[in-house]
């Protein structure tokens, strides 16, 4: 038997223990169904990984190396090193200190997520516990001031418009000019939720900032060309969204409150609808169901339903728990209507 089939197979066999049957980074599967798909490991970070974040790796020359287990040929001392390490290892030495409210990426998460996850964890090294500072950026001074590129109200263009995020009144706040005194909104992080939506910003960096004023859902859509300070901003709304739920629903335990920072919502679609009278004829809408505040929104945009998925989609946002914000929305609402 050559060395390199003894090889793969010690790698073949590496890969099936648990916590390196999932990528290190997003937590996909690294082995695909199909024989034919190719499984990948970092032989210089020791960590088994799926094919989209083994591009990133691949990216990042001076810390991480990438081949396929099954295609490429191994040396003896490469396997030893990946039997050594693997994705527990690794996890407990790169992740030791991600903040509690920081996003860890998922398999499905958008380019921009994934990809600054693994340039944080491993080329700059936010997690290790010796670089502190970088986490300053969205966290320890609750403080966040910057420029972002911000969709337009009417014409649909960009402009640039400094945002600043605060912690001491739990608020975003954005200015038509560098320089200006006055802000153009103030938003409360209350009942804020942010989203990547590369695809319906146009941007691979675009965010959707979605809020509530007194009777409407509102929505800001941002970009900045830099990966890494889009995330920042992402996570920095966390920290805030996470410091001010552990006041308001104190004593909630983290578990309770990290579903609540953001969320992604469960389905987005055209759907028809009639009412609010009786007699008024059907008209497409985008629908919007958001997990956050339990709530079913909808636009004027259209689009294609997928009706079982709406369905699913339902049933799994109906089966949540009530948590003690919901029930004081609830109230709100009522007490308004009365
Ligand atoms: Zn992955």
Redesign the pocket.
Known sequence: MASWDRNTIILLDLVKQPENAR?A????PVIFTSKLDPDWASYKLGVF??L??SGTHRDLTDVSRVKSIRLDNWEDDLVEFMRRNGNAVAKAQYEKSVPAFYYRPQ?HDCVVL?DQWIRAKYARQEFTGKNGHLQKAYSSAGFCDGTLWKKGKNKRQFQKRRFVLSQDDFTLRYFIKEDSKVAKAIISVRNMNAVFQPEKVGHQNGLQITYMTEDRTRNLFVYHENGQEIVNWFNAVRAVRYAYLRKALAPANDSELMPLLTTRSLKEGYMEKTGPMQWEPFKRRWFVLCSVDRKLLYFKTPMELEQRDWIKAFQQVIAQPLLPQHYSIEANMKRKKS
Not at 25 to 28: E, K, L, N, S, V
């Open positions: 990528c980074d997003c937590g996909a990984v799926c989209n974040c398999q994934r």
